[in-house]
């Protein structure tokens, strides 16, 4: 959390890296995206992609999406290598989220009696809409430990291939435990495996809580 281009914000920055040379599905990747968020409605503000493919002669592209939520509309600008959707302005509903954002919102949300819910998503160059519900509380046990847990699954709509089950840990940090995600040539997993203990910000969780869940030790 800082202050961020003029704005207090949380700034969640993800990584994806393929570590097996030549994984065939994707080649070579390592993609950092960074999201610019809110901290009151954990809605964007700035979306940077930095995207770089292959090792020999790598294809590598930066784009900035500024989304002013106020005006509903999200402009593309292109800052390295790409040329799709570069000066481009997309009208957007209010309250639209990226992933990173989704997924700081809903670990804040109440999910005592929550039915299906619906989010405005901007995914790329698309705008998705996203059908949340709870389906259900128990333990789960992942490669860090034994969770209370709670699963919600994420539909985006007119997509059913790319259906995701997200589980998080059933506290006040609703730490992300384990993903199942849909994709165009299977589904992908993602599990937590290790985790450092922070302290809690004002404004909404940062890392897992002190007390932290059953059978749980950080690398």
């Not at 730490?175 to 299977?186: E, H, Q």
Request: aromatic fraction near 6%; charged fraction near 20%; hydrophobic fraction near 35%.
């Amino acid at each position: 959390k800082g202050l961020y281009h003029g704005r207090e914000s949380h700034l969640i920055q993800t990584r994806v890296l393929t570590l097996n040379e030549g994984w065939s599905v994707f080649g070579e990747i390592d993609n950092q995206y960074s999201s610019y968020i809110d901290p009151r409605s954990y809605l964007p503000h700035r979306l940077v992609s930095s995207l770089r493919q292959g090792r020999v002669n790598a294809q590598q592209q930066e784009l900035l999406v500024s989304i002013d939520q106020a005006q509903a509309t999200a402009t593309f600008s292109a800052t390295l290598g790409a040329t799709m959707g570069d000066g481009i302005r997309m009208a957007i509903p209010s309250s639209t989220f990226d992933l990173s954002s989704l997924l700081l919102a809903l670990r804040t949300a109440d999910l005592t009696n929550v039915g299906r819910t619906r989010y405005n998503v901007l995914f790329d160059h698309q705008l998705l809409e996203i059908d949340i519900e709870l389906v259900e509380r128990r333990q789960l046990s992942i490669q860090s430990g034994t969770f209370n847990a709670v699963c919600l699954r994420l539909s985006p709509r007119g997509q059913g291939r790319y259906r995701t089950t997200l589980w998080m840990s059933d506290d006040a940090e609703r730490t992300p435990l384990l993903i199942r995600a849909g994709t165009s040539f299977g589904e992908v997993r993602a599990e937590l495996t290790g985790a450092t203990l922070t302290a809690r910000s004002k404004n909404g969780p940062v890392g897992l809580a002190a007390a932290g869940p059953t059978n749980f030790t950080p690398p």
